[in-house]
């Protein structure tokens, strides 16, 4: 008899702190934050620099966990499958948010409905940039170059916005080159330094830039309303008459369909907090990352409208595949 209340007891008490823990204002442990690239590519670098200053404002660690491939599918069913607890955050952009579901076939979800939008973290910076074999010292001589090697020019691409972008490219320009795919920038890069692969639409991490300055890497255009701060001298797309390209490169804070408003307005406040920061926003313009935040409802307004933009893109480049 001693033995079943001692047993009950122990139950009541579990029980008493489960419920305890449940009461306590969110967050009251550590939240995962998953990344749909690997480690090391501007996304990761991102993410982390985001996730430490969330975590700060949030009181509770941020954990990045990185899940990469398929075009960033195998990290947005991770999170679909989630608790709509506030637990497991998803760092979004437009390859798992809209590239993925405007090329697979069959869709592999709805992202207006599979996820609840909370804020938005930034817009990427891209650039053109070949490798130091390529006789090309701008984007028209490239052009001019492929041209009149068809065939012979190898492109890599990290992500869907490298492939859509170096597409539509490819299609203004009448462009015949061998695509080289990739999990993510990181990888690629190291292909493009070693010239395994000869050109890249891409973000800009740190080894790149060096690349760029010790002269193996050429930049020959930005893909940005602005010239980078990052490299001066390179045009941007349309200085440098680079026609037809559409997309813009974004990333968010989603989490699984039903978060609770109280969850979504509260990261969504701490994440307008960590854009406002000085040192954040300089450690990522390093990364020619232009970090942001909006209302949640901004961010499921913007998810439609570009998920529409991608899936016309795709659908005019021929893109989809099963």
Known sequence: MKTLI??????LMWAAAALAAHAQPYPNKPIR???PFPAGGTADVAARTIGQALAQGLGQQVVVENRAGADGTIAAQAVIGAAPDGYTLF???NTAMNAAPAIHKPQPYEP???FTPVSRTGTFGFFLIVHESLPAKTAAE???HVRANPGKVAYGTGN???ILTTAQLAAAEKLEMVHVPYKGDAPAQLDLVTGRIQMMVATMTGPTQAQVKEGKLRVLAALLPNRSPLFPDAPTAAEAGLRGLTITPWGGLFGPAGLPREVVDRVAREMKAVAARKEVKEALDRIAFEVQASSPEEMAAFLAEQLQIWRRAVAELGLQRN
């Open 33 to 35: 934050l998953i990344v």
């Open 160 to 162: 869907s916005t490298s």
């Open 6 to 11: 001692r047993a009950g007891l122990t139950a």
């Open 112 to 114: 207006t409905t599979a």
């Open 142 to 144: 490239l052009i001019a």
């Open 91 to 93: 760092f979004g952009t």
